[in-house]
């Protein structure tokens, strides 16, 4: 009892490790991506063949989407993976005597493929066979001719049958039924295969009989087993003594597989000695299998083996067939016919895609899989290698997978901007001579990233634009440019932020966001602003978006808008209200000046620019046409001739300022010139001028009233001097008449200083005057002192060289010849018209010496002179 269980242990201990070796081996072959199951033929479509998915692994819920694809050797697909469980069925019946007639072990071969991994596995079913065929003979029926002398014991081969199954279910025994007279012996072939042979068992006797029929049985070793037939009709014949012999005991041919269908491969040669039918030998194939049987034909006259159909290497490299050649006596001889077929390059070699993808991001690594190809070439040898190759000028490169799997890999980075798509063209060449070649395209698009950033086609913009546009004029439009496609390619237009004299650049001008077009939002002024500066950002629609920007520098162009405006003389409305206004633009000049004397300057200026702001004076109307003339450029009103006595006093000036724009803009300036030849007259036209000025309604004695206040308070002043001055004198014992009496003339004074700035000015303001009369006429002096002039013209005499101012002559030449103190007389004029502070007339101080102390109505006194404002 202890002994049978430890044996029991003992086989239990060998089936689990047996069982522990599959399980690894298993493990192993998956774990190397080979995978070998079984499956007996002619089972229905959609058998269970082996459960791929349990043993690779695989999760069908994340490949679900990624998709697999069984790819089969040859151009009939028997196998199927099923797509919810996994498992690998069959898609056609199998039938392994057509599929592997000459193979032993029919092992059939598919790789399945992952697309979305770009992973291979090779799977090897082994296709076993099952016992659905019985034996066949060539022939149901076979006649035999044996001669009545023929010793017993002779052996005479019969047609072997043939069962396409293998294995235990393949051709087994042989059973022969019929006829004492002869019995069945088995002979083993070279090739392990049975052969019959019918034995004469005992001898003949034609008179006893002349036809014997037997029946010849062949089975297998299948469950149950399958049994085939033939009949075998025995002629005995009278005797004959020789047989046929062939020339060779065995023929070998080899011939390539390209030769024609109808030629003749090889011929079989028989002899026979004997003479008569019994001489005339006969050919006939006695073993051949079915491939052959379709392929050759055997001349039974002459022994020729023809050829029926094209012969293929791949379908069949040798053949063998056994030929028997016979006498009308019935004896026979036999030989062995050996075909070799030699491989010749007729196959092109065979480029399957079996996975691809038809679009890759230009961004993708070097060394995406993008297709997976398989190569074949159904020739062997070196006519079956094959080399593949690709294009030099794509970024792409051939990469050997496994077996005859071949990968096509990205070979370096992709620019979609230089090449957007790609038609890829794999070679495939096979080592023949000539080589046959064979090529397979692989469309490929590239996908777009925003890697461009747009560009603007100038570096920078420039545009003039006229002022006093309208509001919305177009300006300029800038365009940049996006190398990239698509929304990456879509380029949008917006303005920098920035500031235009305190307002946001958004509120004079805009971009169109589609276009790139600038507008201007409102109407600009040169005068205001010259120019703008300013920054566009072109932005695509990428993400993240990418952006570039260009400066633009708008000129504004100036135009004649702005008409001149004259600063001097003031317009009469900008010198006040009132009698003011009646002084604006009062020049004086004396009547001696001579042609060319300076009047006046009309001061002009012009808002604009450049041509625009080029200003002409002209002199558009004068009461004296002829007297005075203006400068073209500088506006100086100067006399064109001496006066002469019968020209008026005043005389009107309409004075044309014109800038140089299109159409050309003007203005007027109107001076009033008055021509004296002594201080009366001077008052005089100037009283007359302030009262026609005055406004209407109110009364001339206005300034009269002021004129008579003014005179009276220098009288008193007047007074209170010549009291002091007689004082002075009595005490004096001699006196000299100090300046001869004179006309007061204004002869001596300098024409400058009758230029009126800022309205009307007298033309002695600007002295401050020292005035020292002694009873020595040797010791008086009159001295002007430039040092206290007030916002006047500088005075042009040195302080000590004073101009003449009451004549012509010398001062000290007037005095007269008589020193005598008696005669001794002099007189100080002074008028002081002291008017309005806003009137242009602010003081005329005139000095005036007689011989007397009194000289008609006027004042004589001696002053030192001061501006009265």
């Given at each position: 009892?202890?002994?049978?269980?430890?044996?029991?242990?003992?086989?239990?201990?060998?089936?689990?490790?047996?069982?522990?070796?599959?399980?690894?081996?298993?493990?192993?072959?998956?774990?190397?991506?080979?995978?070998?199951?079984?499956?007996?033929?002619?089972?229905?479509?959609?058998?269970?063949?082996?459960?791929?998915?349990?043993?690779?692994?695989?999760?069908?819920?994340?490949?679900?989407?990624?998709?697999?694809?069984?790819?089969?050797?040859?151009?009939?697909?028997?196998?199927?993976?099923?797509?919810?469980?996994?498992?690998?069925?069959?898609?056609?019946?199998?039938?392994?005597?057509?599929?592997?007639?000459?193979?032993?072990?029919?092992?059939?071969?598919?790789?399945?493929?992952?697309?979305?991994?770009?992973?291979?596995?090779?799977?090897?079913?082994?296709?076993?066979?099952?016992?659905?065929?019985?034996?066949?003979?060539?022939?149901?029926?076979?006649?035999?001719?044996?001669?009545?002398?023929?010793?017993?014991?002779?052996?005479?081969?019969?047609?072997?049958?043939?069962?396409?199954?293998?294995?235990?279910?393949?051709?087994?025994?042989?059973?022969?039924?019929?006829?004492?007279?002869?019995?069945?012996?088995?002979?083993?072939?070279?090739?392990?295969?049975?052969?019959?042979?019918?034995?004469?068992?005992?001898?003949?006797?034609?008179?006893?009989?002349?036809?014997?029929?037997?029946?010849?049985?062949?089975?297998?070793?299948?469950?149950?087993?399958?049994?085939?037939?033939?009949?075998?009709?025995?002629?005995?014949?009278?005797?004959?003594?020789?047989?046929?012999?062939?020339?060779?005991?065995?023929?070998?041919?080899?011939?390539?597989?390209?030769?024609?269908?109808?030629?003749?491969?090889?011929?079989?040669?028989?002899?026979?000695?004997?003479?008569?039918?019994?001489?005339?030998?006969?050919?006939?194939?006695?073993k051949v299998s079915d491939m052959?049987?379709?392929?050759?034909?055997?001349?039974?006259?002459?022994?020729?083996?023809?050829?029926?159909?094209?012969?293929?290497?791949?379908?069949?490299?040798?053949?063998?067939?056994?030929?028997?050649a016979y006498d009308g006596g019935?004896?026979?001889?036999?030989?062995?016919?050996?075909?070799?077929?030699?491989?010749?390059?007729?196959?092109?070699?065979?480029?399957?895609?079996?996975?691809?993808?038809?679009?890759?991001?230009?961004?993708?690594?070097?060394?995406?899989?993008?297709?997976?190809?398989?190569?074949?070439?159904?020739?062997?040898?070196?006519?079956?290698?094959?080399?593949?190759?690709?294009?030099?000028?794509?970024?792409?490169?051939?990469?050997?997978?496994?077996?005859?799997?071949?990968?096509?890999?990205?070979?370096?980075?992709?620019?979609?901007?230089?090449?957007?798509?790609?038609?890829?063209?794999?070679?495939?060449?096979?080592?023949?001579?000539?080589?046959?070649?064979?090529?397979?395209?692989?469309?490929?698009?590239?996908?777009?990233?925003?890697?461009?950033?747009?560009?603007?086609?100038?570096?920078?913009?420039?545009?003039?634009?006229?002022?006093?546009?309208?509001?919305?004029?177009?300006?300029?439009?800038?365009?940049?440019?996006?190398?990239?496609?698509?929304?990456?390619?879509?380029?949008?237009?917006?303005?920098?932020?920035?500031?235009?004299?305190?307002?946001?650049?958004?509120?004079?001008?805009?971009?169109?966001?589609?276009?790139?077009?600038?507008?201007?939002?409102?109407?600009?002024?040169?005068?205001?602003?010259?120019?703008?500066?300013?920054?566009?950002?072109?932005?695509?629609?990428?993400?993240?978006?990418?952006?570039?920007?260009?400066?633009?520098?708008?000129?504004?162009?100036?135009?004649?808008?702005?008409?001149?405006?004259?600063?001097?003389?003031?317009?009469?409305?900008?010198?006040?209200?009132?009698?003011?206004?009646?002084?604006?633009?009062?020049?004086?000049?004396?009547?001696?000046?001579?042609?060319?004397?300076?009047?006046?300057?009309?001061?002009?200026?012009?808002?604009?620019?450049?041509?625009?702001?080029?200003?002409?004076?002209?002199?558009?109307?004068?009461?004296?046409?002829?007297?005075?003339?203006?400068?073209?450029?500088?506006?100086?009103?100067?006399?064109?001739?001496?006066?002469?006595?019968?020209?008026?006093?005043?005389?009107?000036?309409?004075?044309?300022?014109?800038?140089?724009?299109?159409?050309?803009?003007?203005?007027?300036?109107?001076?009033?010139?008055?021509?004296?030849?002594?201080?009366?007259?001077?008052?005089?036209?100037?009283?007359?001028?302030?009262?026609?000025?005055?406004?209407?309604?109110?009364?001339?004695?206005?300034?009269?009233?002021?004129?008579?206040?003014?005179?009276?308070?220098?009288?008193?002043?007047?007074?209170?001097?010549?009291l002091l001055l007689l004082a002075?004198?009595?005490?004096?014992?001699?006196?000299?008449?100090?300046?001869?009496?004179?006309?007061?003339?204004?002869?001596?004074?300098?024409?400058?200083?009758?230029?009126?700035?800022?309205?009307?000015?007298?033309?002695?303001?600007?002295?401050?005057?020292?005035?020292?009369?002694?009873?020595?006429?040797?010791?008086?002096?009159?001295?002007?002192?430039?040092?206290?002039?007030?916002?006047?013209?500088?005075?042009?005499?040195?302080?000590?060289?004073?101009?003449?101012?009451?004549?012509?002559?010398?001062?000290?030449?007037?005095?007269?010849?008589?020193?005598?103190?008696?005669?001794?007389?002099?007189?100080?004029?002074?008028?002081?018209?002291?008017?309005?502070?806003?009137?242009?007339?602010?003081?005329?101080?005139?000095?005036?010496?007689?011989?007397?102390?009194?000289?008609?109505?006027?004042?004589?006194?001696?002053?030192?002179?001061?501006?009265?404002?």
């Amino acid at each position: 009892m202890p002994a049978q269980m430890c044996a029991a242990g003992r086989r239990w201990g060998r089936r689990q490790r047996a069982l522990l070796w599959a399980v690894l081996l298993a493990a192993w072959e998956a774990a190397w991506g080979q995978l070998r199951y079984s499956v007996p033929e002619e089972m229905p479509k959609g058998s269970f063949v082996g459960d791929v998915a349990k043993d690779l692994g695989l999760q069908l819920t994340e490949q679900s989407d990624r998709g697999f694809q069984i790819v089969s050797e040859g151009r009939t697909r028997y196998f199927a993976l099923h797509g919810k469980t996994g498992h690998l069925v069959t898609a056609e019946r199998i039938d392994r005597e057509q599929l592997c007639r000459l193979v032993e072990k029919c092992v059939l071969r598919c790789e399945l493929i992952v697309e979305g991994e770009m992973k291979l596995y090779e799977i090897e079913v082994e296709i076993t066979d099952i016992n659905d065929n019985e034996p066949s003979f060539r022939e149901a029926e076979i006649e035999l001719r044996i001669s009545e002398t023929t010793a017993p014991g002779s052996r005479f081969p019969l047609s072997e049958a043939h069962d396409p199954d293998s294995g235990r279910n393949s051709l087994q025994s042989y059973e022969l039924s019929g006829d004492e007279h002869f019995s069945l012996a088995v002979q083993a072939g070279p090739g392990g295969d049975q052969r019959p042979e019918l034995v004469l068992a005992k001898a003949l006797d034609r008179e006893e009989a002349a036809f014997h029929e037997l029946v010849l049985r062949a089975s297998d070793g299948g469950d149950p087993a399958r049994t085939g037939t033939a009949r075998i009709r025995v002629t005995v014949l009278d005797a004959n003594d020789n047989a046929p012999v062939f020339s060779q005991a065995e023929y070998t041919v080899r011939v390539p597989e390209d030769v024609p269908v109808g030629s003749t491969l090889v011929t079989v040669t028989a002899t026979d000695a004997d003479e008569g039918p019994n001489g005339h030998v006969k050919y006939s194939l006695k073993k051949v299998s079915d491939m052959a049987s379709e392929i050759f034909r055997l001349d039974y006259e002459t022994g020729e083996i023809l050829l029926l159909r094209n012969l293929d290497f791949e379908e069949g490299n040798s053949y063998e067939l056994e030929v028997q050649a016979y006498d009308g006596g019935g004896l026979f001889d036999t030989t062995k016919v050996t075909i070799s077929i030699t491989d010749v390059n007729d196959n092109m070699p065979e480029i399957s895609v079996t996975s691809a993808i038809s679009e890759i991001s230009e961004d993708a690594p070097s060394g995406t899989v993008v297709a997976l190809l398989h190569v074949q070439d159904r020739d062997s040898g070196a006519n079956g290698e094959v080399r593949c190759s690709i294009d030099k000028d794509v970024p792409f490169r051939l990469q050997r997978s496994q077996g005859n799997y071949y990968s096509v890999v990205t070979a370096k980075e992709l620019d979609r901007e230089q090449v957007s798509e790609y038609n890829v063209t794999v070679r495939a060449a096979d080592g023949g001579s000539p080589a046959l070649q064979s090529s397979a395209v692989l469309a490929l698009r590239v996908l777009d990233v925003n890697d461009n950033a747009p560009v603007f086609l100038e570096e920078r913009y420039s545009a003039r634009l006229a002022e006093n546009n309208a509001a919305g004029a177009l300006v300029l439009t800038v365009r940049a440019t996006d190398a990239d496609w698509g929304q990456n390619a879509r380029v949008r237009y917006r303005l920098a932020e920035g500031r235009v004299r305190g307002a946001p650049l958004s509120s004079y001008v805009s971009v169109q966001a589609e276009t790139g077009a600038l507008y201007a939002l409102r109407s600009l002024d040169y005068e205001q602003l010259h120019e703008l500066q300013l920054c566009v950002r072109a932005e695509d629609g990428g993400a993240p978006a990418l952006s570039s920007n260009v400066s633009v520098r708008l000129l504004i162009v100036d135009e004649n808008d702005n008409a001149p405006q004259v600063l001097y003389p003031a317009p009469a409305a900008a010198a006040g209200s009132g009698a003011a206004a009646a002084w604006s633009g009062v020049e004086l000049a004396p009547r001696w000046a001579e042609a060319g004397a300076l009047v006046a300057k009309v001061v002009a200026v012009d808002a604009d620019a450049g041509q625009n702001a080029w200003l002409s004076y002209e002199l558009a109307k004068a009461t004296e046409p002829g007297l005075f003339r203006v400068g073209l450029h500088s506006g100086e009103v100067r006399t064109a001739r001496s006066p002469l006595a019968r020209d008026a006093a005043r005389h009107s000036l309409l004075v044309l300022v014109r800038d140089h724009g299109r159409p050309a803009l003007s203005a007027t300036a109107t001076l009033s010139v008055v021509l004296a030849e002594s201080v009366a007259e001077l008052l005089a036209e100037l009283g007359s001028a302030a009262h026609e000025a005055a406004a209407p309604g109110e009364p001339a004695a206005s300034l009269t009233r002021w004129l008579v206040l003014a005179v009276a308070a220098v009288s008193c002043l007047f007074v209170a001097f010549l009291l002091l001055l007689l004082a002075l004198r009595l005490r004096r014992c001699h006196h000299q008449q100090l300046l001869p009496p004179d006309s007061g003339a204004l002869r001596g004074v300098p024409v400058s200083h009758f230029v009126g700035i800022d309205g009307v000015r007298a033309f002695l303001q600007s002295y401050s005057h020292d005035v020292s009369l002694t009873a020595d006429s040797r010791k008086s002096h009159l001295r002007f002192s430039a040092a206290s002039c007030c916002d006047t013209l500088p005075a042009r005499p040195p302080p000590d060289e004073p101009a003449p101012l009451l004549g012509d002559g010398d001062p000290a030449g007037a005095l007269p010849s008589d020193p005598a103190p008696s005669s001794v007389s002099f007189c100080g004029q002074i008028l002081c018209a002291t008017l309005p502070c806003t009137a242009p007339l602010s003081f005329l101080p005139v000095y005036c010496f007689d011989e007397a102390f009194t000289c008609g109505s006027k004042f004589f006194f001696m002053v030192q002179g001061n501006n009265c404002d």
